[in-house]
């Protein structure tokens, strides 16, 4: 295990995680410190240190000079890692309170998938005695379109706070068929609609994740790494196009209130 002083005190075990994350999202099994720097947002240092502490713990293993890959104990660091997520209860509570201020909203918390590619997981949700299947998709469907960060206020919510290396290997993968008729299918008008995510702090969507349901995400981030996003669903009928100042700011409200804190 690598200790939090041998990579510069506390509040880096999310920066380790984040390292390990990048060996599973760039091609090949080695790379250097700058290339994971660029994939992670790290500065270069940061990520040297990170590397070189976790080579004699065994988190990594150089090879060749100055590269390296992930190395036998990355499991067991990725665990601690996620032992410094809020406990679930705090994330249900903020979840609930974000469904009660918008009068029945669905309510999602995702996570960025920690391996197996950029993308995101749902992790906890409120949804009262909803039937998710009345989104109209199966529940197949709805993996495929919740676990892409393409599709989606909450995707692009954390998308739009990720490093270019990844947003780039984003934008590779195909839109989910399932996806609804206001999912960006092009490449261009996705990148475009993530800086005014990153400037106002939230995402809204028209019939992205399916047809006939609005929504609006905002990021959650620990320290200064985005770590997930917090999504509310309404049918369009009951959530119009123009999101109320309102719904925008209980959204925000919950993200902050789930916000990841270094131990």
């Not at 049918?235 to 925008?248: G, K, W």
Request: hydrophobic share 45%; net charge negative; with cysteine.
């Amino acid at each position: 295990m690598v200790s939090r002083g041998a990579v510069g005190g506390t509040g880096h075990a999310e920066r380790v995680f984040r390292v390990q994350q990048a060996f599973t999202w760039l091609r090949g099994r080695a790379h250097g410190p700058g290339e994971l720097a660029r994939a992670t947002g790290l500065d270069d240092s940061t990520v040297y240190r990170i590397l070189r502490s976790g080579v004699g713990e065994g988190a990594f293993v150089q090879e060749g000079r100055g590269l390296y890959r992930l190395g036998s104990t990355t499991p067991h660091l990725a665990l601690k890692a996620l032992a410094h997520a809020p406990v679930r209860d705090a994330c249900h509570a903020a979840l609930e309170g974000l469904r009660e201020a918008t009068e029945g909203g669905l309510a999602f918390l995702y996570l960025l998938a920690p391996f197996g590619g950029a993308g995101r997981q749902c992790v906890d949700m409120a949804v009262g005695d909803s039937d998710l299947t009345e989104l109209g998709l199966s529940p197949r469907a709805l993996l495929a379109v919740s676990q892409s960060l393409r599709v989606g206020a909450a995707g692009r919510a954390i998308l739009a706070h990720l490093p270019e290396a990844i947003r780039e290997a984003v934008l590779e993968q195909p839109v989910p068929p399932e996806a609804g008729p206001g999912a960006h299918r092009d490449d261009v008008e996705l990148l475009a609609s993530l800086k005014p995510i990153r400037e106002q702090g939230y995402a809204v969507e028209c019939e992205e994740s399916a047809a006939g349901w609005h929504g609006c995400a905002a990021p959650v981030h620990a320290d200064e790494l985005i770590m997930g996003s917090v999504l509310l669903l309404k049918p369009a009928h009951a959530l119009p196009a123009e999101i109320s100042r309102d719904v925008i700011a209980a959204t925000r409200h919950a993200a902050d209130g789930i916000r990841i804190n270094s131990r």
